[in-house]
């Protein structure tokens, strides 16, 4: 038996994973999917995450006790960078001490955080390296990592991206920093991971013409897997014949996941013959809140519309308390909780842009809206309650094109594939 068990743990890979937060928001959820079903007589996994969080209980409860990197994240780069400008255009000299204060304190901050993960990494020799998300690669610019420097030249860089770039996103305010840390994780990387062809798309688009082709050629598209249920839940259609009906709408309560497209497009649908409710589920910016807020009680929507605050992990409740899910923000780089509503049984309306694109197919597996058009996602909805007998055909084609395309099996083969080539 022992003999059995060196024999596996001597055919394992060292495996070390890096988590880009400490929450438990999709990318980390999508992570978390990924470790848990890896085959560990395969692999032998490590995972650094950048400070004590949520996931390290999830960690635990598959056996893996994280280490802590505590590398800097990108809130100290924004304090930086604020302080930079008041610099600039202040004279003032406590705000000159100051920035290089925190330029010194960063500084010594990062070496300390560098040294640290580099003995970490050097007393496990890992054979992977795999680094979740763009920000997750801010680790590669902070080791300074030439190839084979430290570690041995097998070693192979796998660097998972699961973000979509657009001109609104917040780390390309920081364009010459973004530049820099890219070009050494595409240096470093001898695999790029996308989770959709649309966020391998605007990462071209906004990275260097000199490193493109790079890029092309170590990419891959791996669409994230879930786990099937053995049959597709009960069709929700009584639901359409009750005296009210719940969608859901799951994200961020920011400016850019389009909450309000959603609450105008209660609008029309206030004096439907059923009450329609509305559960906004997500952690919530403060000023576009209050924005939310002044809006529905100016159009007398307080008894339609409810916010709740962020569920890390909503799939198991959707089918039990929601008919429809409605995702408005435009671009996502895949879209995790529609695929987790189709396979809950729920109708999905979404905007025809990013990853859900991909996932749906509109009248087919569900209804794709053209952008800030709140009577496009009336009229969507209005269709679904309607007519059971076509959210019925759209639940059960949907649930089926989900297990087909996006089950785990088929990712974890893909991802081990890639790990091994």
Known sequence: MNKDKDAIYSEQKKLVIFSHLSNLHG???????????????????????????????????????????????MRYLRIRKKLKTLRSRCNIKITKILYEFFKTVLAVF??????????????????????????????LRFLKINRGAFLHKKCRWVWHI????????????????????????VNCSDILIFNSEVSRDTFLKYVRPEIQGVIREKSHVVYQGFMIPRQKPVSKT??????????????SVTSSKKQDIVIKALLPLKNYHKKINLIIFGKKDPAYYR?????????????????????????FCMHKYFSILITPSLMEPFGRVVAEAMLQGLPVVAVNSGGYKEIIQDGVTGFLVEPDRP??????????????????TLTDNAFASVSERFNISNYINAIEKLFSC
Do not use: M
């Open 162 to 185: 699961r973000e979509v770039l657009s001109d609104n996103s917040h780390i390309l305010t920081y364009k010459d920093y973004f530049n820099e840390f890219v070009q050494t994780a």
């Open 110 to 139: 990062r070496k300390w955080c560098t040294s640290r993960t580099k003995r970490w990494l050097l007393k496990i020799q890992p054979d992977i390296i795999y680094i979740n998300t763009i920000i997750g690669a801010e680790i």
């Open 375 to 392: 009577e496009d996602i009336a009229a969507a909805v209005k269709k679904i309650i309607d007519n059971p007998q076509l959210a019925e």
């Open 27 to 73: 990318a980390v959820l999508s992570l978390l999917d990924t470790i848990e079903n890896l085959n560990k007589d395969k692999f032998n996994i490590y995972v650094g995450i950048p400070r004590w969080g949520p996931i390290v209980k999830r960690l635990k409860d598959i056996g893996i006790v994280p280490f802590v990197t505590y590398f800097p994240p």
């Open 238 to 251: 009584d639901a359409f014949f009750a005296d009210s009906i719940n969608i859901a709408v799951v994200g």
């Open 291 to 315: 924005q939310l807020r002044q809006f529905v009680r100016a159009y007398n929507l307080t008894d339609n519309v409810i916010f709740r605050d962020y569920v890390a992990d909503l799939r």
